[in-house]
């Protein structure tokens, strides 16, 4: 579900902002696993990153350092795109643009670091199977 629903449907946007926008695509992957209880059930879900781009690290969750460090690094990639369209800045790793050749992504974790080709397996499978949808040889699903 991962693959389709969000890798596959974000990889799709990316490719099709390229092709037919005027501005750089910058695209991520969120790997940090919030810490609690809870952690090991859900791992680095949907929405997970929400807390860290907003700065909102509050309890009950015990947030860690590291936590706060991907905050603050998060809040600066997010204001820096807000006031001028790309989040690079100084003292920051430095965010690509996304490459649909290499499938660039930025991604943030325990590390903060370019990734090409994330999810590549599940999400190309997608990429053959819609085409065959869109061709006829496979049914539409229900």
């Not at 509050?58 to 947030?63: D, E, S």
């Not at 050749?101 to 999810?119: E, F, M, P, Q, W």
Request: with cysteine.
């Amino acid at each position: 579900m991962r693959d389709l629903l969000i890798g596959w449907g974000v990889r799709s946007w990316a490719r099709a902002a390229i092709a037919t926008g005027k501005s750089k695509v910058y695209s991520y992957y969120f790997t940090r696993v919030p810490p609690g209880p809870d952690s090991p059930l859900y791992g680095a879900y949907h929405s997970a990153e929400i807390a860290y781009v907003f700065g909102n690290l509050r309890p009950p969750r015990p947030w860690q350092e590291a936590d706060c460090a991907l905050s603050d690094a998060m809040m600066s990639y997010w204001i820096n795109f807000a006031t001028c369209g790309d989040p690079n800045g100084g003292g920051l790793a430095r965010w690509p643009a996304y490459d649909t050749a290499r499938d660039t992504r930025l991604t943030l974790g325990d590390a903060i670091a370019t990734h090409s080709g994330v999810n590549s397996r599940g999400v190309n499978f997608f990429d053959i199977y819609w085409a065959k949808v869109r061709s006829g040889e496979l049914p539409m699903p229900r």
